[in-house]
């Protein structure tokens, strides 16, 4: 496993930005598929973006498509998850998820992964 800790998480006025940032210790980070749940108060913790192993490849959710980015530096192991013109339904605790593979495919459930870090909150208000 690696260890994982979020920052950058805030509150921010709708259509603002946040930058969310994971860092990662402990192991070969570039080896590590990495993704970005979200779980909003009394919901399911849901997928929300996911990146393979090298970076070039990666997967976000039709609600977040032209507003999210999510990206990589292995140099630096870290994950970072751009949110751009935010709303209140993005209002979530979001959680950094890894997860030791080099396949190209991306993984999209919980269980999948065997890392996360402890959340950081994420406030829209409108």
């Known amino acids: 496993q690696v260890q994982l800790v979020e920052s950058g998480g805030g509150l921010v006025q709708a259509g603002g930005s946040l930058r969310l940032s994971c860092a990662a210790s402990g192991r070969t980070f570039s080896s590590y598929a990495a993704a970005w749940f979200c779980q909003a108060p009394g919901k399911e913790r849901e997928f929300v973006a996911g990146?393979?192993?090298?970076?070039?490849?990666?997967y976000l959710v039709d609600s977040v498509k032209g507003r999210f980015t999510i990206s990589r530096d292995n140099a630096k192991n870290t994950v970072d998850l751009q949110m751009n013109s935010l709303k209140p339904e993005d209002t979530a605790v979001y959680y950094c998820?890894?997860?030791?593979?080099?396949?190209?495919?991306?993984?999209?459930?919980?269980?999948?992964?065997?890392?996360w870090g402890q959340g950081t909150q994420v406030t829209v208000s409108s």
């Open positions: 998820a890894a997860k030791p593979t080099t396949t190209a495919r991306y993984y999209f459930l919980r269980y999948e992964y065997d890392s």
């Open positions: 990146i393979n192993w090298s970076g070039g490849g990666t």
